[in-house]
């Protein structure tokens, strides 16, 4: 069974910093893709970053030059590093691993979630 823990969430003032990690209970590069979703109070889950298993990053366009995803397989673990925050980067963070086989086809497995409040 696939887990998945967030930890790094908190509350952190405009134009500050944080660093969220996803680690696997696996070996990262088992997995295609893990993306970095968030969910705000009353909006839908948006896709923020994405890091394949051959090293290929993508981004939102709202975090673009603040937010850097980065896989360290040693710790079978994903980060996001928040740059800049702002309030509107507010919300849940969750960390989701893609499994594609012939077999089973897609496979999503989901963290539990980390807050993070960017507030003054």
């Known amino acids: 069974q696939v887990q998945l823990v967030e930890s790094g969430g908190g509350l952190v003032q405009p134009g500050g910093s944080l660093r969220l990690s996803c680690a696997a209970s696996?070996?990262?590069?088992?997995?295609?893709?893990i993306n970095w979703y968030r969910q705000a109070p009353g909006k839908q889950r948006e896709l923020v970053a994405t890091?394949?298993?051959?090293?290929?990053?993508t981004y939102q366009d709202s975090v673009k030059g603040r937010f850097t995803v980065s896989g360290d397989n040693a710790k079978n673990t994903v980060s996001l590093q928040m740059n800049s925050l702002k309030p509107e980067d507010t919300a849940v963070y969750y960390c989701?691993?893609?499994?594609?086989?012939?077999?089973?086809?897609?496979?999503?497995?989901w963290g539990q979630g980390t807050q993070v409040t960017v507030s003054s």
């Open positions: 989701n691993a893609i499994l594609l086989s012939g077999m089973f086809g897609r496979r999503d497995y």
């Open positions: 696996g070996s990262i590069f088992s997995f295609n893709a």
């Open positions: 890091i394949t298993n051959d090293g290929r990053t």
